[in-house]
Antibody
Framework: QVQLVQSGAEVKKPGASVKVSCKAS????????LSWVRQAPGQGLEWMGW????????TYAQNVQGRVTMTTDTSTTTAYLELRGLRSDDTAVYFC??????????????WGQGTLVTVSS | DIQMTQSPSSLSAYVGDRVTITCQAS??????LNWYQQKPGKAPKVLIY???NLDRGVPSRFSGRGSGTDFTLTISSLQPEDIATYYC??????????FGPGTKLEIK
């Protein structure tokens, strides 16, 4: 079955970088884009950007542009999210999500379990 | 940028009640609107896509309506397992996505 499995929780100091992984299985990896979404404690969902494993094209949300890099490794069917210059307000659960896209619909049809990133001195 | 709002921000209802959550866009988004359910400690799950289409396996008590700027998600008969936070999501032709702030649903 389609599955996205993310790496474990991270604790980082302000100013550091973090790299979260998302291992995909159960479908052709390059056929679907992957989005990253984060959720601060007790808050709502915030879309961060997407990447196409087919050609590595990306689109990043304005709120993280310049600090975020999304990449994929097709040999291991894994997507990565790197966030630099961490601040306390980057403390959140980070989700990867597969994007179902067709001529008539577009939505996130499968999600990873989430990775808690805590930024604290 | 298009802004999404939801009302109410929280809602308490009895089992068996009909529940309606509203999502409003700051400008016309046609039917480019999805609904997600997120249970505590879990990842979100899509319920409705393109404003009114039920995803596979989603109970038929869930329904979505609307187009343009005003959308609704309705649960026809609230069940205990429906306790969750519900989010609307807009997407555009640039593959950019915006979530609403969420509606937390509780049982009375």
């Amino acid at each position: 079955q389609v599955q996205l499995v993310q790496s474990g929780a991270e604790v980082k100091k302000p100013g550091a970088s973090v790299k979260v992984s998302c291992k995909a299985s159960g479908y052709p990896f390059t056929n679907y884009e992957l989005s990253w979404v984060r959720q601060a404690p007790g808050q709502g969902l915030e879309w961060m950007g997407w990447i196409s494993p087919h050609n590595d094209s990306t689109t990043y949300a304005q709120n993280v542009q310049g600090r975020v890099t999304m990449t994929t490794d097709t040999s291991t069917t894994t997507a990565y999210l790197e966030l630099r210059g961490l601040r306390s307000d980057d403390t959140a659960v980070y989700f990867c999500a597969r994007v179902f896209s067709s001529s008539w619909a577009e939505f996130f049809d499968c999600w990873g379990q989430g990775t808690l990133v805590t930024v604290s001195s | 940028d298009i802004q999404m709002t939801q009302s109410p921000s929280s809602l308490s209802a009895y089992v068996g009640d009909r529940v309606t959550i509203t999502c409003q866009a700051s400008q016309d988004i046609s039917k480019f609107l999805n609904w997600y359910q997120q249970k505590p400690g879990k990842a979100p799950k899509v319920l409705i896509y393109d404003a009114s289409n039920l995803d596979r396996g989603v109970p038929s008590r869930f329904s979505g309506r609307g187009s343009g700027t005003d959308f609704t998600l309705t649960i026809s008969s609230l069940q205990p397992e429906d306790i969750a936070t519900y989010y609307c999501q807009h997407y555009n032709n640039l593959r950019q996505y915006t979530f609403g702030p969420g509606t937390k649903l509780e049982i009375k």
